[in-house]
């Protein structure tokens, strides 16, 4: 049974940080995603590691968002600093497993509010 726990968000003033972590398990992890969705706009990427390492970020986070693996291949975090209020969405962790190709999988989100 695949499953996606994350755990982080929170209330941060501009200018602060928070740190996301995502734990995936129930098969063999590939790619690893936060995605991000603000009310009224659709989903959008916010960051990748690849299976082989590479990572891929979106321009509006260049420079302040940091993905990284855990010494478990199967954790991820998204370490956020600078916070701007634009920053201000659910954050969802997108995960793909070897045994199910490119199937998306979604973990519930953990809200990320940036407001003074």
């Known amino acids: 049974q695949v499953q996606l726990v994350e755990s982080g968000g929170g209330l941060v003033q501009p200018g602060g940080s928070l740190r996301l972590s995502c734990v995936a398990s129930g098969f063999t992890v590939s790619d690893m995603s936060w995605y991000r969705q603000a009310p009224g706009k659709e989903r959008e990427l916010v960051a990748t590691i690849r299976d082989g390492g590479r990572i891929n970020y979106s321009d509006f986070v260049k420079g302040r968002f940091t993905i990284s693996r855990g010494n478990a291949r199967n954790t991820i975090t998204l370490q956020m600093n600078n916070l701007k209020p634009d920053d201000t969405a659910m954050y969802y962790c997108?995960?793909?497993?070897?045994?199910?190709?490119?199937?998306?999988?979604w973990g519930q989100g953990t809200q990320v509010t940036v407001s003074s």
């Open positions: 997108n995960a793909r497993f070897l045994e199910w190709g490119t199937r998306d999988w």
